[in-house]
């Protein structure tokens, strides 16, 4: 069964960091991908970051430069290392173990704020 668990997030001040953590289970790891996703206020959940299990990233264009994935098998975790963060960053960041055709499976979920 797959399990994900994310953590890190909190308030912060525009220009700051954070680093998520998604805890996943060994099973989130025979899936093609885990991503992380964010959700705005009153907006849909879009990706932001993927890692796929051949070892690539992908990211969109807003937080190229500023967002870094890190899959790490042995320890189990895919990390978001967000650094230079802007208030549209705000959001609630979710990490999902992926196929090709989509997320699968969801964590709970962690809440960024960037603010001043």
């Known amino acids: 069964q797959v399990q994900l668990m994310e953590s890190g997030g909190g308030l912060v001040q525009p220009g700051g960091s954070l680093r998520l953590s998604c805890a996943a289970s060994?099973?989130?790891?025979?899936?093609?991908?885990v991503g992380w996703y964010r959700q705005a206020p009153g907006k849909q959940r879009e990706l932001v970051a993927r890692a796929f299990k051949s070892g690539s990233t992908e990211y969109v264009e807003d937080v190229k430069g500023r967002f870094t994935i890190f899959r790490d098998k042995v320890k189990s975790t895919v990390d978001l290392q967000m650094i230079g963060l802007k208030p549209e960053d705000t959001g609630d960041y979710y990490c999902?173990?992926?196929?090709?055709?989509?997320?699968?499976?969801w964590g709970q979920g962690t809440q960024v704020t960037v603010s001043s």
């Open positions: 999902a173990a992926e196929w090709l055709n989509g997320p699968a499976f």
């Open positions: 060994r099973s989130a790891f025979t899936t093609d991908a």
